[in-house]
C-alpha cells in the first residue's frame, strides 16, 4: 500500500461542540471517511497519518438531510463518520495555539 491511499481515506474532521466535548472528556475524535472504508482501514490510517495510537474505532452512515430553499427541493449528501478513541496519553491537535 502506497502512502497516498492513508491520506484518501480521511476526508475531513468533525468539529462542532459535541466533537470538542468529547474530545476533551473523553480521547474520541470524529472524521468524515470514505464510505467505502472499514474500522481496520480507518484504524490504520489514523495511526499513519496522526502518529498515534488507536485504540477503537466506530463507524456510522449519516443519511443527508432533506432541505427546501422555497420551492426547490434538495437533499446534502451522505456520509460515512468514524469515531475513534485514542489510547490514554495519545492526542491530536488541530486548532491548538490559533
Request: no cysteine.
Amino acid at each position: 500500500m502506497s502512502t497516498a491511499w492513508f491520506y484518501d481515506l480521511i476526508i475531513e474532521p468533525i468539529t462542532t461542540e459535541k466533537t470538542t466535548k468529547q474530545k476533551d472528556e473523553h480521547g474520541q475524535i470524529s472524521f468524515s471517511v470514505d464510505p467505502k472504508a472499514n474500522r481496520i482501514e480507518i484504524k490504520r490510517s489514523i495511526e499513519k497519518v496522526f502518529n498515534v495510537k488507536v485504540a477503537s474505532v466506530r463507524t456510522l452512515n449519516i443519511k443527508g438531510k432533506i432541505k427546501r430553499r422555497g420551492r426547490i427541493l434538495g437533499k446534502r449528501k451522505d456520509y460515512k463518520k468514524a469515531v475513534v478513541t485514542l489510547m490514554p496519553g495519545e492526542r491530536i491537535d488541530f486548532f491548538e495555539g490559533v
